[in-house]
């Protein structure tokens, strides 16, 4: 029987049961961490970050999902109780739906969970164009008591839905009346396309605190869309795109000191993420990995991160890191000198 959120689930098992990783890496195979002698104690290194206000353990959070549906509702929560547990942060999938049927909202009310992680809503961004309110914003926040507003730029994931929403005109002005209308922090993210240095520096102008570049490397919304029946996505559009440690390294040269960078997109492992912060990011995100994860167990989700904690300590022991902060400007492109422009302020 259809019921409201059965879109959401028809998604969950997308990505579950089809192969949905696009075929270009995510591109930090280009890039290498610079060696130093450790001169520190190795169980001295101390992993945890400050993002958006809050304290991770790790600097990683699991990248928005979904919501609003019946196994939805039960992925997250048991990625919520495990990022509780963990101390890392959290994103919840598309809220429009919870907008607009209510009923669904229980779903993405983690909090009972998770009551002391970062957790982030999430909305659209063209939807600021499809009758999205100021007042809606602020009630997709206050409703699941989120410290951050995450908005979704997608424009080919639109057009490879069936009735994308594709009007984009005007939507960084009414981005910019967003942020000085709200109260919490602004984040935009892309969903596995990547973000370019041209979007990059208009995102700059606009107030938003946080860009989520969400490069290539992941899962392809395309071919998720093509698992969901539409006819649009062809193999031709996978030279689209931005692969996630490009668009990191462009986000460095792009934007202020002052930005806060993520890096999401086919990360799969501590390395990557080590490498994520080396480039200039803060944090990284991971989603399809949470997903089968938590679709096995909440102590599989936490096996599985302290592995890739593990991973990232000892990476920054090759790197002679203590902290995250210590990462930054210690990548190279392989075959390349270092890059001395990288920024290597902490964000």
């Not at 409201?4 to 930090?28: H, M, S, Y």
């Not at 062809?234 to 390294?249: H, K, M, N, S, W």
């Amino acid at each position: 029987m259809s019921y409201v959120g059965a879109g959401k689930d028809q998604q969950i098992r997308a990505c579950l049961q089809r192969a949905v990783e696009g075929p270009r890496t995510n591109g930090f195979e280009g890039f290498g961490l610079v060696g130093r002698l450790p001169e520190f104690d190795f169980k001295e290194i101390d992993t945890s970050c400050t993002l958006l206000g809050k304290r991770l353990t790790v600097p990683l959070y699991i990248a928005s999902l979904t919501g609003g549906g019946r196994i939805s509702g039960r992925i997250n929560s048991v990625l919520a109780e495990a990022a509780q547990e963990l101390g890392i942060g959290m994103a919840l999938g598309s809220q429009k739906l919870m907008l607009t049927h209510p009923e669904t909202a229980e779903s993405f009310q983690v909090r009972k969970w998770a009551p002391d992680i970062l957790l982030m809503g999430n909305l659209g961004l063209v939807h600021l164009n499809y009758g999205l309110t100021v007042d809606d914003c602020r009630r997709a926040v206050e409703s699941v008591e989120a410290d951050a507003l995450t908005f979704y730029l997608n424009p080919l994931h639109e057009i490879f839905q069936n009735a994308g929403d594709t009007n984009f005109r005007g939507i960084l002005g009414k981005l910019e009346e967003i942020c000085n209308r709200l109260s919490c922090p602004v984040v935009v993210k892309e969903v596995g396309f990547g973000l370019s240095r041209g979007i990059l520096q208009r995102l700059g102008d606009t107030g938003v605190t946080a860009v989520d570049v969400a490069g290539q490397g992941g899962t392809d919304w395309g071919l998720v869309e093509q698992a969901l029946g539409c006819t649009r996505p062809d193999p031709v559009y996978a030279e689209l795109g931005i692969p996630t440690a490009e668009a990191v390294r462009a986000a460095t040269k792009a934007l202020s000191i002052d930005m806060t960078i993520l890096a999401s997109g086919g990360i799969r492992n501590g390395v990557e993420i080590a490498k994520a912060i080396a480039l200039g990011a803060t944090a990284a995100g991971m989603a399809l990995p949470y997903l089968r994860w938590a679709s096995d167990s909440t102590e599989r989700v936490v096996a599985e991160t302290h592995r890739i904690a593990d991973q990232l300590r000892v990476s920054m022991w090759y790197a002679g890191a203590a902290s995250p902060d210590d990462l930054r400007g210690r990548a190279e492109q392989r075959g390349s000198p270092p890059d001395t422009n990288q920024r290597t302020e902490t964000t």
